[in-house]
């Protein structure tokens, strides 16, 4: 076989593979594509607030959302829809819970997150 018809072959089957890979990574950097998971965490986690944000890339729109006091029932909860995609801060006042560990809890059809603030320090 010619010299040059082997360097032309490597050239063009760098190029195609080039381009695959190329194409695939796209998806891969996009976070709704083919994919479905949410998050759960604090707008600002050094702070004294209990801002927390619901950031979405599934399928489900809707999440029960729920604030616990230490270890006894809900003292407020409440639904909010997030649409695939998008992120969804819910504000709270941090003076009615106050000298107590908080559990945030979220919660879709199928998963449920939780995450904690303790301001007993």
Avoid: C
């Avoid at 072959?9 to 593979?17: F, G, N, P, T, Y």
């Avoid at 083919?34 to 050094?46: A, G, M, R, T």
């Avoid at 909860?77 to 006042?93: A, F, N, P, Y």
């Amino acid at each position: 076989m010619n010299n040059k018809t082997i360097i032309y072959s490597l050239i063009i089957l760098l190029a195609v593979s080039f381009m695959f890979l190329s194409f695939i990574e796209q998806g891969q950097r996009d976070y709704d594509h083919n994919k479905n998971w949410w998050v759960l965490y604090f707008n600002d986690i050094e702070s004294d607030d209990l801002h927390f944000v619901i950031e979405n890339h599934s399928d489900k729109n809707k999440f029960h959302w729920s604030i616990i006091k230490g270890k006894n029932k809900p003292s407020l909860e409440g639904d909010i829809e997030v649409r695939k995609g998008e992120k969804r801060t819910i504000k709270l006042d941090v003076a009615e819970y106050e000298d107590k560990k908080i559990t945030i809890r979220v919660s879709d059809d199928e998963d449920k997150k939780e995450i904690y603030k303790d301001f007993n320090n």
